[in-house]
């Protein structure tokens, strides 16, 4: 219940600083400059991912919808718990939450330029035979997922930390997004674009000073945490 607790607590302490970016602007990112095009409604290539998700949906278990659910409402620390081992407890490393929910703010502000210029619709409402398993949005914008740049971020900010880790939290990345697909709100394409607007957005991240010294703080803190030198 305290990770919880502390969780809600600086989510809600965070919430007025949102839309305002904390290590990276959206004029240095430049992402709708940089990314493709997302394919064109009735192209080839959109028939072909719609075709995947209606396999996913078809082939998607209780469990992987349980998953699924879990990634759509913890964008934050709780979501790598796994990759971090038994010992690991969000309360005992406040630091590395706090660097997560800012981390997770700036993949808001440097997604939102994009998704407004590509102005790509949900699957679910091009393809209305598809059934979501999780929230949806009426808003177009869908391109690039916002929730699979925040887990690659936050994977890349954390192997910064705990480098011993990081096949294990880039692997929980590439899980995180899948269940945007399993979920049924995006399409293929929408997670490669959201993986290579993480690593853009964490290359800036890594030349700024404030986001080095808060990682430095958090990384000691969090490695304390997991009983590792």
Do not use: W
Request: charge should be negative.
């Amino acid at each position: 219940m305290k990770t919880f607790a502390l969780l809600a607590s600086l989510i809600a302490s965070s919430t007025a600083l949102a839309l305002e970016p904390n290590f990276v602007t959206p004029e240095q990112s430049r992402l709708a400059e940089f990314l493709p095009s997302p394919p064109a409604d009735g192209s080839a290539q959109q028939k072909a991912e719609l075709a995947q998700l209606h396999d996913i949906e078809s082939k998607r278990t209780e469990v992987e919808v349980r998953q699924a659910q879990f990634d759509a409402e913890n964008e934050n620390i709780l979501a790598f718990a796994g990759a971090f081992g038994d010992k690991f407890d969000a309360a005992t490393a406040p630091l590395a939450a706090t660097l997560a929910l800012r981390v997770i703010n700036d993949e808001d502000v440097n997604t939102d330029p994009p998704k407004a210029v590509f102005h790509r619709a949900h699957p679910y409402a091009y393809d209305t035979g598809l059934h979501p398993v999780c929230r949806t949005k009426r808003t177009d914008d869908a391109y690039p997922s916002g929730h699979t740049t925040s887990g690659y971020l936050l994977a890349l900010t954390f192997a910064e930390m705990i480098p011993e880790k990081r096949d294990a939290l880039l692997a929980r990345a590439e899980a995180f997004a899948r269940s945007r697909l399993i979920c049924g709100v995006h399409y293929p394409s929408d997670l490669i674009a959201g993986r290579s607007s993480a690593y853009a957005i964490h290359a800036l991240m890594t030349a700024n000073p404030q986001y080095r010294a808060e990682l430095s703080e958090a990384k000691k803190e969090l490695r304390a945490a997991l009983g590792l030198p």
